[in-house]
């Protein structure tokens, strides 16, 4: 059982999202800067070149930070930043800014929880394969050991790798992000190479930092079966298991489920991408795990769509990453969405947990994003009002400890995010910060939800936790 002394709240950004200074400072270009820039790929053409300007508003940022009361704060090191080629000449300027930021944050009692990777690989690497190539993974070690050598006095607890789902498939295999490639075999070899890459990443890590504590970060949602039916409940594991299990089942067994004809084990293996000691390798390599989510899935076999209808589900497509995947996703009618259109069921959490909970037990688990979009606007007094993310970070969170109390090993929640940003693909469409940004100017102003999620964190985790561990 979780104890107070364990649990951590915290929140989270991603460096292309919020830096900015795209060309400052000797950065190199990453592979979100090309993509970015190509028309087309963004809505309404925006970028990152400056985001929310993090890179010089640094202490204008920690100090909010401060103000908030986290424990933890989740960031990302922008790799071509330290390493504008991706490997080779170091860039110090890059480093001095992490300096100043980690410091920043030890400064005001905060422990900085770094991603090494999270979606924003050097441009100069993917001329050469980008993470399709073995050889990637080589030049993903050289820049873990330079950050692992420069912070490893400083910093204990390391994020490898952010979302390799979302790298892998929306990057590769539909193109919806960078480095925008629509390849599923690309995107085959590059799935077991992130994998590959988080785990050499990981024994390289402990290697140097005295007491790291390594894991990495994947997306999930808790997927249920539509209607209760053999075929629909088959489904729905299988969409489980392409979403969640392909990543989860090497890393804690060392092989890829069987379940998914064509799109993990026979696949991988099948072209010849898997080498020997591979999965040995992977197996085994996490201190803990980290999840995202945000919101849960329905789904249901073709043959049992009509049924579906007439329990009260709309939809029906076929998923674009099922790769012949035996089912589609549906959604119930009436249920709550966001501004940005997914679903808000908090037990969808709760049930998430308890079943990563039980797949691997014991290993502590992180909330590393959770959080909501929201039509936030300051009104007339210059407030913004954001009572519908207030309302969905109460129920989350309440969700959260529901699995706390049902045994699950939660030791701490991040939420996403603390700045509105750059939001990939949706570019500045979408705000998910409890810090509201003016992007003309980069204004920054608290919205309700940053006083809500303040006085919520000083209120600790829940009642039956402080009872423990005081």
Known sequence: MTKRGDFVWGVSTAAYQIEGAAADGGRGPSIW????????????????????????????????????????????FSWSRVLPYGRG????????????????????????VPTLYHWDLPQALQDEGGWAARATIDAFLEYTDLMARRYGSRVTMWTTVNEPWVATYLGNSVGVHAPGIRDHAVA?????????????????????????????????????PAVDTPL?????????????????????SGRYPESIVGFSERWVVGAGIV??????????????????????RYVVDPEDLAAAR?????????????????????????????????????????DLLVEVGELVPGLP?????????????????????????????????????????????????????????????????????????????RQRTPKRSFGWYRDRIARGPSAALLTEGA
């Not at 990443?201 to 808790?222: D, K, Q, Y």
């Not at 629909?232 to 804690?252: C, G, I, K, N, Y």
């Not at 109460?394 to 996403?416: E, K, T």
Request: net charge negative.
């Open 365 to 441: 688990l992180y909330i590393s994003e959770n959080g909501t979009t929201a039509a936030d606007y300051p009104d007339q007094n210059g407030d913004v009002i954001d009572d519908a993310r207030v309302a969905y970070l109460d129920s989350h969170i309440a969700a959260a400890l529901d699995a706390i109390d049902a045994g699950v090993n939660l030791r701490g929640y991040f939420l996403w995010s603390f700045l509105d940003n750059f939001e990939w693909a949706e570019g500045y469409s979408q705000r998910f910060g409890i810090v509201y940004v003016d992007y003309p100017t």
């Open 310 to 350: 007439l329990a009260g589900f709309s939809g029906g497509s076929p998923s674009p990453f099922a790769v012949g995947l035996p089912y589609l996703d549906v959604e119930p009618y009436g249920v709550p969405h966001s501004a940005g259109g997914w679903m808000i069921v908090p037990r969808g959490l709760t």
């Open 232 to 252: 629909s409940r088959r489904a729905a594991q299988l969409a489980f298991d392409q979403l969640v299990m392909s990543f989860l089942e090497p890393l804690r």
């Open 89 to 112: 000449e170091v860039n110090e300027e890059g480093l001095r800014f992490y300096d100043c930021l980690i410091d920043g944050l030890i400064a005001r009692g905060i422990q900085p």
């Open 275 to 296: 080498e020997s000691g591979d999965l040995e390798q992977i197996a085994g390599s996490l201190d803990f795990l980290s999840i995202n989510e945000y919101h849960p």
């Open 188 to 224: 085959a070899a590059v799935h077991h190479n992130l994998l590959l890459a988080h785990s050499a990443a990981a024994e390289r890590l402990r290697r140097l930092v005295p007491n790291a504590f390594v894991g990495i970060a994947l997306n999930m949602s808790f997927i249920y």
């Open 33 to 76: 800067d090309t993509f970015s820039h190509e028309p087309g790929r963004v809505l309404h053409g925006d970028t990152g070149d400056v985001a929310t300007d993090h890179y010089h508003r640094l202490e204008e940022d920690l100090d909010l930070l401060a103000a908030l009361g986290v424990d933890v704060y989740r960031f990302s």
